[in-house]
């Protein structure tokens, strides 16, 4: 059973993090293998002692960091040593200006792509999964696992190989080949579970409270409080990149829905740490047509977010019942925001567009948040005046199925000019 905090010192240190506060009635709890709170079963989330008072002394820290995630570890829950450990040090990827994306668009204040598909197994998930590593040294697991739609389950197991754990990790049936392999070329267990996405998850949750599961660290479960800060990394480096300033407006694809909420509390870290100016910004989320439950009930005014049964192209995305949904409808309305989807012609379309102007190749996650972020400039949700960031969570090599029937030569033809200028390819 969780122990609750008291005056004496927590059995575990990992750098300024000092407890676990749930998100719904504020108990706090020891540092441990913990997720759900004790009293009301709400989520739990890292509280910290931030290092305040020296912005500018905080900064120069900073900077003269490591060239990935570790620069930022005076705010993250990881021991002080963290960048001499074992680790796939992801991090401190490209944001792109993008002002043929923009022209395109019609957006004037200033369009960034955030390009997460630069990370060493190509998503944003190597962020969070390097993060949960940590804990699962403190904690004494000697197993690293998750429930996955693709990219986490090649992250823990590229992580894993690194660090020197055992991995198993577990995914819906049907993945696109390419993240099947990318998950299992790392040597790990790789178990594939007829169901959903949801159904992973539950059986995941199942295991966990069975022997068998036993000194297993479940990044996205047990570890998902150390877990989720990583995607905080994301809302530090764009302000960093912009010249520590806040964004005006961000759009952020959403799946279980906490990369949307840790870069939320990202940004409201660096404010109340001083490190950028104190104004608004809104947050934009962004979801599949074919499984869009929090962009359902943002539309429709709820505060509860209703399950759905995924169907669309953008599996990275297909959460039918988002964890963290609540919370994201409550960002986007405090913040001035939106929750919007666009479907999968749209989102294809959307994955050429970003390609064909930036040579950015994105996932289908990538295309969804192009796509709505399109949407919302021809609504007038979001305005084109003003500095705009956008991000692209992984790589398109691993969703080519999404493109591939309407991708391909230009023309085949003959090994001869006559061919060649026949084709009308000579400009």
């Not at 890292?46 to 020296?54: E, H, S, W």
């Not at 007038?380 to 090599?397: A, E, H, R």
Request: charged content about 20%; overall charge negative; aromatic content about 6%.
């Amino acid at each position: 059973m969780a122990v609750q905090v008291t005056e004496s010192s927590p059995a575990v240190t990992l750098g300024p993090a000092v407890a676990l506060s749930c998100r719904e009635c504020g108990q706090r709890f020891d540092l441990g293998p913990l997720f759900a709170c004790q009293e009301c079963f709400g989520p739990l989330e890292v509280a910290y002692d931030l290092p305040a008072g020296d912005p500018d002394g905080l900064r120069k820290r900073i900077e003269s960091g490591p060239n990935n995630i570790w620069r930022y570890a005076p705010l993250l829950p990881v021991p002080e040593d963290v960048a001499g450990k074992p680790s796939l040090n992801p991090g401190l990827t490209k944001l792109v200006k993008a002002d043929n994306l923009a022209r395109e668009l019609g957006v004037t204040g200033g369009l960034y792509v955030k390009d997460d598909s630069g990370n060493p197994t190509h998503s944003f998930k190597d962020r969070v999964v390097a993060i949960a590593v940590e804990a699962a040294r403190a904690f004494g697991f000697t197993t690293l696992s998750c429930s996955s739609t693709g990219n986490l389950a090649g992250a823990v197991g590229a992580a894993a190989a690194r660090a020197g754990f055992r991995s198993c990790v577990f995914i819906p049936h049907d993945l696109e080949a390419g993240k099947v392999v990318m998950a299992a070329v790392y040597g790990g267990e790789l178990v594939g579970i007829e169901g959903t996405y949801d159904d992973v998850n539950r059986f995941c949750s199942e295991l966990i409270g069975d022997p068998l599961g036993e000194g297993w660290g479940f990044v996205n479960v047990n570890l998902r409080p150390y877990y989720g800060e990583g995607s905080k990394t994301l809302a530090y480096e764009i302000c960093e990149q912009l010249g520590w300033r806040l964004p005006d407006q961000i759009v952020i694809p959403v799946a279980s829905g906490s990369q949307l909420t840790k870069i939320d509390k990202g940004l409201k870290e660096l404010i109340a740490l001083g490190l950028v100016e104190d104004r608004p910004y809104k947050i934009f989320g962004a979801q599949a047509e074919g499984c869009s439950p929090v962009s359902t009930a943002f539309k429709a005014g709820h505060d509860v977010v209703r399950p759905q049964k995924p169907d669309t192209i953008a599996k990275s995305l297909a959460i039918g019942n988002p964890a963290d949904g609540p919370y994201v409808l409550d960002i986007a309305r405090r913040t001035g925001g939106a929750v919007e989807d666009v479907d999968d012609e749209q989102i294809v379309a959307a994955i050429k567009l970003l390609a064909r102007t930036e040579g950015i190749f994105a996932e289908t996650a990538g295309g969804v948040t192009v796509g709505v972020t399109r949407k919302l400039i021809e609504s007038g949700q979001l305005d084109p005046s003003l500095t705009t960031v956008v991000l692209n969570t992984g790589d398109g090599l691993k969703t080519l199925d999404a493109v591939a029937p309407t991708t391909g030569p230009t023309a085949t033809i003959r090994p001869s000019l006559e061919a060649f200028r026949a084709a009308g390819l000579a400009g």
